[in-house]
């Protein structure tokens, strides 16, 4: 379909902007490695300090780069399928807003004043800035869909009544009504604890309290990354598998969606079980649910593998007995039409069944005991944000800045070997990080000065070889996104050859049934809400009213001595305590 | 849905329902249990090691940017040791290598765990939480004997 010239423009700024950060994020990324393995001994390279660094690479992979390419994404899926403009006012309030709060944030964090990662614990206080950047660019990704997505659906189901939407309109839609729920507790957090401990309007700060609305937050977003990449999953990869492939079944993915909607929520507490304060039995049910919600991701396994399969069958009679000799016929190196993005999907999918069990083990209550904040844990997510979200987001990147420019794809032989190189590199260091992690290897460290250095009386030689096999992993992970890049900017950079066409592949679905219980979205959101809310009062209860004995005044990096000044009233309150 | 989607369906949820059955087991049968949310205990301004007993320890472990107190504890092989942790300052994480004691240091708050140190050897300690510039540099260590 032809695409309006602002929208088509706002839309490439959407994917350009954030990929151009991305190769700032990569860079501290891969000087990660380097740091952690003591190739680089320093506590800082080129003016940029391990810890700024680490909160660089944090923030724009994780935060920056997922949210505006999900926005991105979500428009142009909303604009392909409902065949509704999007209203230019909107989006240019959007992207002002978020790449406002963006160059904000990055200013604060650039010029280090943010030191704190992107869990942003307090104590540790960070610039007024990086709050009030991060808060622009919530505000700005959750606009469209208030103001674009939410009236061109309605007017679309006025128009076609008693018609399913379209699936990915639906999965989009699900994910971004997520997004605007999870960002209840973060923007409490920020508006009412750091924002005015930053600004100095108060001098002290409840750090659980703290944490665990920040977690109340930061483990449903790792579902709102993911969902994108499952509406890609279901919508285009069958298509593009053999050019007429089918979704196995519409029902199933629809439900998967609901599922997420309703378990996604009560699980933070599971980033918590280490913590005093909050009681375990909360814990424990917060665990449980966490298993819950591997459920649909199950049911998504299913459902891709058996429409590739299905799709495989259809276009190739010979495999039709087969009960593996089909997978053989997956294009998995091809440049032919639209083929080469199958190889982002295939590697995606491949780490990510690593990142699912890794999760379920991260998750497992008394086993998460062993590997809690030890390099396991960015073992595991850098299998499932740092593969399949990542990979299906390059993908579909490079495929929409194709369509919405009009530019043929340039060097796609080094974008089809891309996800391969990503997903080899991606792989062993999941397995350096993780085997560390058993080992006790910390995160978030600057091990090369301390631990990992021969002449520290800190040395622990054990570490040594899988921070070394993690330097090579690196290496491999950024020679993949070189390839792509050389790709994506050798395509933005290039003339166009014809004129801008945007055309999503869609896979029919091969069992298409009604489910009428899951066409009205309000019931489950206001159910979904409510269980949230629930979920975690007795948590609310206990990092407030009974764990906790008093408040916190707030640091910085630098220094062990408090940059507000904590009250008197701290006094009274420790005395409060031991009456208690 | 069809035969197959039920089938996938029914043993994911069996699958995970299992797992569940296992974690829920071992925490309330075998207790292995998570530490848990301290109420009783005020939030201490200095490290100690307390012996009650010949093989019976309770260390008041304080973390603060960037070092812990006490620093160096030497026990005898076989002691049971209570654990109590809290900062002084900032988030900070305390993990004792190759045991299961792996705790948050809240400040504000107290945090507990229980260990048996039945192996003689060194057990190096490490600060796991970020906690500022000298993070890397924060570490104790238990001397078994």
Same mark, same amino acid.
């Given at each position: 379909?032809?695409?309006?010239?602002?929208?088509?423009?706002?839309?490439?700024?959407?994917?350009?902007?954030?990929?151009?950060?991305?190769?700032?994020?990569?860079?501290?990324?891969?000087?990660?490695?380097?740091?952690? #393995?003591?190739?680089?001994? @320093?506590?800082?390279?080129?003016?940029?300090? +391990?810890?700024?660094?680490?909160?660089?690479?944090?923030?724009?992979?994780?935060?920056?780069?997922?949210?505006?390419?999900?926005?991105?994404?979500?428009?142009?899926?909303?604009?392909?399928?409902?065949?509704?403009?999007?209203?230019?006012?909107?989006?240019?309030?959007?992207?002002?807003?978020?790449?406002?709060?963006?160059?904000?944030? &990055?200013?604060?964090?650039?010029?280090?004043?943010?030191?704190?990662?992107?869990?942003?614990?307090?104590?540790?206080?960070?610039?007024?800035?990086?709050?009030?950047? #991060?808060?622009?660019?919530?505000?700005?990704?959750?606009?469209?869909?208030?103001?674009?997505?939410?009236?061109?659906?309605? #007017?679309?189901?006025?128009?076609?009544?008693? /018609?399913?939407?379209?699936?990915?309109?639906?999965?989009?839609?699900?994910?971004?009504?997520?997004?605007?729920?999870?960002?209840?507790?973060?923007?409490?957090?920020?508006?009412?604890?750091?924002?005015?401990?930053?600004?100095?309007?108060? /001098?002290?700060?409840?750090?659980?309290?703290?944490?665990?609305?920040?977690?109340?937050?930061?483990?449903?977003?790792?579902?709102?990354?993911?969902?994108?990449?499952?509406?890609?999953?279901?919508?285009?990869?069958?298509?593009?598998?053999?050019?007429?492939?089918?979704? +196995?079944?519409?029902?199933? &993915?629809?439900?998967?969606?609901?599922?997420?909607?309703?378990?996604?929520?009560?699980?933070?507490?599971?980033?918590?079980?280490?913590? $005093?304060?909050?009681?375990?039995?909360?814990? =424990?049910?917060?665990?449980?649910?966490?298993?819950?919600?591997?459920?649909?991701?199950?049911?998504?396994?299913?459902?891709?593998? &058996?429409?590739?399969?299905?799709?495989?069958?259809?276009?190739?009679?010979?495999?039709?007995?087969?009960?593996?000799?089909?997978?053989?016929?997956?294009?998995?190196?091809?440049?032919?039409?639209?083929?080469?993005?199958?190889?982002?999907?295939?590697?995606?999918?491949?780490?990510?069944?690593?990142?699912?069990?890794?999760?379920?083990?991260?998750?497992?209550?008394?086993?998460? /005991?062993?590997?809690?904040?030890?390099?396991?844990?960015?073992?595991?997510?850098?299998?499932?944000?740092?593969?399949?979200?990542?990979?299906?987001?390059?993908?579909?990147?490079?495929?929409? =800045?194709?369509?919405?420019?009009?530019?043929?794809?340039?060097?796609?032989? =080094?974008?089809?070997?891309? $996800?391969?190189?990503?997903?080899?590199?991606?792989?062993?260091?999941?397995?350096?990080?993780?085997?560390?992690?058993?080992?006790?290897?910390?995160?978030?460290?600057?091990?090369?000065?301390?631990?990992?250095?021969?002449?520290?009386?800190?040395?622990?030689?054990?570490?040594?070889?899988?921070?070394?096999?993690?330097?090579? &992993?690196?290496?491999?992970?950024?020679?993949?996104?070189?390839?792509?890049?050389?790709?994506?900017?050798?395509?933005?950079?290039?003339?166009?050859?014809?004129?801008?066409?945007?055309?999503?592949?869609?896979?029919?679905?091969?069992?298409?049934? %009604?489910?009428?219980?899951? /066409?009205?979205?309000?019931?489950?959101?206001?159910?979904?809400?409510? =269980?949230?809310?629930?979920? +975690?009062?007795?948590?609310? +209860?206990?990092?407030?009213?009974?764990?906790?004995?008093?408040?916190? $005044?707030?640091?910085? @990096?630098?220094?062990?001595? $408090?940059?507000? %000044?904590?009250?008197? #009233?701290?006094?009274?309150?420790?005395?409060?305590?031991?009456?208690? | 849905?069809?035969?197959?989607?039920? *089938?996938?369906?029914?043993?994911?949820?069996?699958?995970?329902?299992?797992?569940?059955?296992?974690?829920?087991?071992?925490?309330?049968?075998?207790?292995?249990? !998570?530490? *848990?949310?301290? *109420?009783?205990?005020?939030?201490?301004?200095?490290?100690?090691?307390?012996?009650?007993?010949?093989?019976?320890?309770?260390?008041?472990?304080?973390?603060?940017?960037?070092?812990?107190?006490?620093?160096?504890?030497?026990?005898?092989?076989?002691?049971?040791?209570?654990?109590?942790? *809290?900062?002084?300052?900032?988030?900070?994480?305390?993990?004792?290598?190759?045991?299961?004691?792996?705790?948050?240091? !809240?400040?504000?708050?107290?945090?507990?765990?229980?260990?048996?140190?039945?192996?003689?050897?060194?057990?190096?300690?490490?600060?796991?939480?970020?906690?500022?510039?000298?993070?890397?540099?924060?570490?104790?260590?238990? !001397?078994?004997?």
């Amino acid at each position: 379909m032809k695409v309006d010239k602002t929208i088509r423009n706002i839309l490439v700024a959407e994917i350009v902007f954030p990929i151009v950060l991305l190769v700032f994020g990569i860079y501290h990324g891969l000087m990660q490695v380097l740091y952690r #393995a003591g190739v680089i001994k @320093d506590m800082s390279v080129a003016g940029i300090e +391990y810890y700024q660094g680490l909160t660089l690479h944090g923030v724009i992979n994780a935060i920056v780069f997922t949210t505006i390419i999900i926005v991105a994404l979500g428009n142009i899926v909303f604009l392909y399928y409902l065949k509704k403009p999007l209203r230019p006012a909107v989006q240019w309030l959007s992207l002002i807003l978020m790449f406002g709060g963006t160059l904000m944030a &990055a200013w604060a964090m650039f010029t280090g004043k943010a030191n704190v990662l992107y869990t942003f614990y307090p104590p540790l206080i960070a610039h007024w800035t990086f709050y009030l950047g #991060a808060a622009l660019l919530i505000v700005g990704s959750i606009v469209p869909l208030f103001f674009d997505w939410l009236p061109n659906y309605i #007017a679309w189901k006025r128009e076609n009544p008693g /018609q399913k939407v379209p699936l990915a309109v639906y999965g989009m839609f699900v994910n971004h009504i997520m997004w605007v729920i999870m960002v209840v507790p973060v923007v409490i957090e920020v508006l009412f604890q750091l924002l005015p401990l930053s600004l100095g309007l108060v /001098q002290e700060i409840n750090p659980s309290l703290a944490r665990t609305l920040f977690w109340a937050f930061g483990h449903p977003v790792v579902y709102f990354w993911l969902l994108p990449a499952y509406v890609m999953l279901y919508t285009v990869l069958p298509k593009i598998v053999t050019g007429e492939g089918k979704l +196995y079944s519409d029902g199933a &993915a629809r439900l998967v969606f609901i599922l997420f909607l309703i378990l996604s929520f009560p699980v933070g507490l599971h980033h918590q079980f280490t913590e $005093p304060g909050i009681t375990n039995n909360y814990k =424990l049910i917060h665990a449980l649910f966490t298993l819950g919600v591997a459920v649909p991701s199950m049911i998504t396994a299913f459902t891709v593998a &058996a429409s590739l399969e299905y799709s495989i069958k259809a276009k190739y009679p010979e495999t039709k007995d087969s009960y593996l000799y089909w997978l053989a016929k997956i294009p998995y190196i091809s440049l032919e039409g639209n083929r080469w993005l199958v190889s982002y999907f295939m590697a995606g999918l491949f780490l990510f069944f690593v990142g699912g069990i890794t999760g379920i083990i991260n998750a497992s209550y008394n086993m998460n /005991q062993v590997v809690h904040n030890t390099s396991f844990v960015p073992g595991h997510f850098h299998t499932t944000v740092g593969g399949l979200v990542t990979l299906v987001f390059l993908g579909m990147s490079l495929y929409f =800045l194709s369509q919405l420019t009009g530019k043929e794809i340039r060097f796609k032989g =080094l974008a089809v070997l891309a $996800p391969w190189l990503w997903w080899q590199g991606m792989l062993i260091f999941e397995y350096a990080m993780s085997v560390a992690g058993f080992h006790g290897f910390p995160r978030r460290t600057n091990t090369g000065i301390s631990y990992l250095n021969p002449e520290s009386p800190l040395y622990r030689p054990e570490w040594v070889g899988y921070a070394e096999l993690s330097v090579f &992993a690196g290496v491999l992970i950024v020679v993949g996104f070189v390839f792509w890049a050389i790709s994506f900017f050798g395509t933005l950079l290039s003339p166009a050859t014809k004129e801008a066409d945007l055309e999503i592949p869609t896979a029919e679905a091969y069992h298409d049934e %009604k489910m009428p219980a899951l /066409q009205k979205l309000a019931p489950w959101v206001v159910f979904s809400s409510l =269980l949230f809310l629930v979920s +975690y009062i007795p948590a609310l +209860y206990d990092v407030t009213k009974r764990g906790v004995f008093f408040d916190s $005044p707030g640091y910085n @990096d630098k220094n062990p001595v $408090p940059i507000t %000044k904590p009250k008197s #009233a701290k006094e009274d309150k420790n005395e409060k305590a031991e009456l208690r | 849905m069809d035969r197959a989607e039920k *089938t996938a369906l029914t043993l994911a949820v069996a699958l995970m329902a299992f797992f569940a059955g296992l974690i829920v087991y071992a925490a309330k049968a075998l207790n292995i249990d !998570v530490p *848990t949310c301290i *109420t009783d205990v005020k939030p201490f301004t200095e490290g100690k090691v307390i012996q009650h007993a010949p093989n019976r320890y309770e260390l008041h472990y304080l973390a603060k940017m960037w070092y812990f107190e006490p620093a160096e504890v030497e026990i005898p092989a076989g002691s049971v040791v209570d654990i109590y942790l *809290t900062s002084g300052d900032v988030i900070h994480g305390f993990q004792i290598d190759n045991t299961n004691v792996n705790l948050m240091a !809240v400040p504000g708050t107290v945090a507990y765990a229980r260990y048996k140190f039945d192996k003689p050897g060194v057990y190096h300690i490490v600060c796991h939480e970020y906690c500022g510039i000298g993070h890397q540099d924060m570490a104790a260590k238990i !001397v078994v004997k």
